[in-house]
């Protein structure tokens, strides 16, 4: 359960990327990431050129009971609909539990739930807080879960590992206005959506110990520091659809 522990400041003073889902990724060529560590929250192996970003270390899968086979999970999962869900999404699941046993290089943060479904080395439990104390910020943060969704599991783990710069990419809804309600694996360009990007407590602790910023196409942000995609990467965005940028399997699977 704590074996993530030593992670504490293991990446002390560096930069990192952390890769989410949203739709700017099929603008977006993967070639201009690969100068920093990175977490990847999402499904970025469904991407073609995902296979070429060898700094990406780090894989954070917070969902709870994802990796629990059916019969376990209708019992211990509380919540009926969630259980129906994942039993919905098994292909889904399979595909990313065997991801995770071909890539024993990079190390995966899954939920507590799924313990006796997954093990190794390279396996790392998270539930709702940090593993151990180590200052004031720490015990700020105790209050929180930290571990409910991608977007904060992700900043939680760079905080922890002491990442000093934070490059988000792909993170539309949570800091790109405005904000698209599709991810990038799949078709079209999405609508765009009434929600606002939130600026809310947590994030605002993790701000005050990160430089947090959002790479964007042609886009805004109210809550973190946004940076234009052409002047980051001296290039041009170029939308690609999911079919370009990504093999019919990972097609076939979404479907």
Known sequence: MSSWKSFDNIDKGESCYIFGNGPSIKWFDLSHFKDKIAISTGQLHYHKDCGKLKNIKYFSLVEPWFFVSNFPRTILDTNRKHSELIRSLKPIVDDYKDFIQNHKDRHFFINLSNMFSLKGKHIHYVWKTLPK?????????????????????????????????????????????????????????????????????????????MNIYTISNKGKSKNVINIDYKEYTKTKPQYKENHEIMDDYYLKLIK
Do not use: H, W
């Not at 078709?187 to 947590?202: A, C, I, R, W, Y």
């Open 133 to 209: 104390i180590r200052n004031n910020v720490d015990k700020s943060l105790i209050k929180y879960d930290l571990f409910s969704g991608s977007f904060y599991a992700a900043l939680t783990l760079a905080y922890f590992m002491g990442f000093s710069d934070v490059y988000l990419v792909g993170f539309d809804a949570m800091t790109i206005e405005p904000v698209r309600n599709i991810r990038f694996y799949e078709f079209g360009k999405g609508e765009v959506g009434q929600n606002k990007p939130g600026d809310d407590e947590l994030l605002n602790l993790f701000k005050n110990e």
